[in-house]
């Protein structure tokens, strides 16, 4: 449809999806292949990078996954067991990994407070909480109020966490914290409660009954799944208030859309300017490859709430207490920064070179 510059990374998408009518979406098109050209600075393109040797020519980003990436992140575990690989790990070991490793994040024995995910604590009564305003209770929910498979613990863990160094353990490892995190949540299995000297494994992981497995409705299990799906949505009693409504509906209303086009700043079809491209990229450092590791996953994305690299204003604005005050927050970590983001490994100087690396890279 549209011919794309080469050197571009172009988001042509926009004006379409937000459907736009036809008279404009023709002085887009002849405007530059679309609509917007994204800067793209040191080959990257936000957090994507762009590949000018693509075999997708059309868009210029990343490459075809070879078999072994796609086998090295494919892990799936179902609530029936299948997936689950063998091993086996203790309460004990899971309780020390996760203090070394998690406790930063969901907080001792995974009771929240620090921001992130809550893994334990609250009742299952608590689900049945609807906030009808703002300060009213919320739901608590954790694994052992909410989650109805302990099957999306492991899988979970094993592909997504810790979350600034995914896929660093090893299945042995994930047992264990699965078992610690099991034991703090009170989950028995088998009827036997899971203190401190408990090994789980393969065999006794397929026995484990979740407390809130029935909470769940309609059953999407089973040979009667769809259907019972079908039933449920087919009844408007299941959601909203209980009668279908367009017109003077009897709470709230329609929000219409509040921007046009032509209120962007500058306007969406404008060309930006593009910073030269730079050439082959550098071999990376060690300190660049801890960095990639280590902090990358926050300070590389502007939805975490952490000052992005190559943000100058952001890092500006925090270099005027002096680097030392720099190091030493990050060390001891403030606010959503864990302590050396999470990864206590890291030397204090290793650690002090990354932020040397990211302040220079935001001048
Ligand atoms: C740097 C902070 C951080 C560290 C360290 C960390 N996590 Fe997380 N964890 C998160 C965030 C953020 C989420 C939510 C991610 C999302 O929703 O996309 C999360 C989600 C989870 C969840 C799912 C919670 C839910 O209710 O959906 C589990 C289970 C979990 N983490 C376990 C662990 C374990 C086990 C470790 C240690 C091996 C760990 N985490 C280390 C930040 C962290
Ligand atoms: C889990 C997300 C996360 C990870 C991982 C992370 N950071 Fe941060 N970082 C933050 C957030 C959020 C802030 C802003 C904290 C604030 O001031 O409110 C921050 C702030 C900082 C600051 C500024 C502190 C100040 O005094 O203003 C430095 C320096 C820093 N991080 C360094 C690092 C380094 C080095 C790493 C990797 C070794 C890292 N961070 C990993 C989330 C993260």
Not at 153 to 177: E, G, R
Not at 210 to 228: A, L, T
Not at 290 to 306: I, R, S
Request: hydrophobic fraction near 30%; include cysteine; aromatic fraction near 10%.
């Amino acid at each position: 449809m549209f011919k794309l510059d080469k050197k571009t990374v172009i988001a042509f998408g926009i004006a379409s999806v937000l459907g736009f009518g036809s008279n404009l979406m023709a002085k887009v098109e002849k405007n530059v292949d679309g609509s917007v050209i994204y800067p793209t600075k040191n080959g990257m393109y936000t957090l994507y990078h762009v590949n000018t040797k693509a075999e997708n020519t059309k868009f210029n980003l990343g490459r075809k996954p070879t078999k072994n990436e796609i086998k090295a992140w494919k892990i799936e575990v179902f609530p029936d067991g299948e997936g689950l690989p063998e091993g086996k790990g203790s309460v004990e070991d899971g309780a020390d990994l996760f203090d070394a490793k998690c406790a930063m994040c969901h907080g001792d024995m995974g009771m929240g407070g620090k921001g992130y995910p809550q893994l334990s604590g609250g009742e299952i009564s608590s689900l049945k909480n609807q906030p009808k305003g703002p300060g009213d209770e919320a739901p608590t929910k954790t694994i052992g109020t909410y989650w109805p498979y302990a099957s999306t613990l492991f899988w979970y863990i094993k592909s997504a966490m810790p979350f600034n160094h995914p896929m660093s353990l090893t299945n042995d490892q994930v047992y264990s914290l699965v078992a610690y995190l099991l034991s703090v949540n009170e989950i028995e299995i088998d009827g036997e409660e899971l203190d401190d000297e408990y090994v789980l494994n393969k065999k006794k992981f397929l026995k484990i009954k979740m407390p809130n497995r029935n909470g769940f409705y309609p059953n999407v299990d089973g040979k009667n799944g769809v259907e019972n799906m079908k039933k449920f949505l087919s009844n408007p009693k299941n959601y909203g208030t209980g009668s279908r409504c367009m017109h003077n509906c009897p709470r709230g209303k329609v929000v219409h859309i509040k921007y046009e086009l032509n209120d962007f700043h500058p306007a969406l079809s404008e060309k930006r300017d593009l910073p030269k491209e730079v050439g082959v990229k550098k071999v990376k450092t060690r300190i660049q490859k801890l960095y990639d590791e280590t902090c990358k996953a926050c300070h590389g994305n502007p939805a975490v709430g952490a000052p992005v690299v190559g943000d100058k204003k952001a890092w500006a604005e925090r270099l005027k207490n002096g680097m030392d005050n720099l190091y030493k927050n990050g060390i001891n970590g403030i606010n959503g920064m864990p302590p050396k983001g999470g990864n206590p490994n890291l030397s204090d100087k290793d650690f002090k070179a990354i932020v040397d690396y990211m302040v220079n890279e935001s001048k």
